[in-house]
């Protein structure tokens, strides 16, 4: 069983730039379909990104795509979120959570994935 630790979030303003770390222990990461949600408060938690197990695919929610950038190692069993462009919109909880089976049409639901880390917050002020 993989456990999964993030970092990286912190208060930052809007248009600043932030780099968010999921280390996976326990598992070989490169096992896994890798993917990042988040979570405001009062709201649903929804999907960020995701990445495929070898990297080559990447999925991304309308509402960053063009501002975030999700990316791999499996080498350090690490995988990152590069948030550029920040809104205050995008302040939630952040979440990494991995599935130990294949890319499949769901893997942008929650529901598609095994293990979740504890969330690190990411706080954009206006």
């Known amino acids: 069983q993989v456990q999964l630790v993030e970092s990286g979030g912190g208060l930052v303003q809007a248009g600043g730039s932030l780099r968010l770390s999921c280390a996976a222990s326990?598992?070989?990461?490169?096992?896994?379909?890798m993917g990042w949600f988040r979570q405001a408060p009062g709201k649903e938690r929804e999907f960020v990104s995701t990445i495929s197990r070898g990297g080559g695919s990447t999925i991304y929610a309308d509402s960053v795509k063009g501002r975030f950038t999700i990316s791999r190692d499996n080498a350090k069993n690490a995988v990152y979120l590069q948030m550029n462009s920040l809104k205050p919109e995008d302040t939630a909880e952040y979440y990494c959570a991995a599935r130990p089976r294949d890319w499949v049409p769901s893997i942008i639901h929650d529901y598609a994935y095994d293990y979740w880390g504890q969330g690190t917050q990411v706080t954009v002020s206006s």
């Open positions: 326990g598992g070989t990461s490169s096992n896994y379909v």
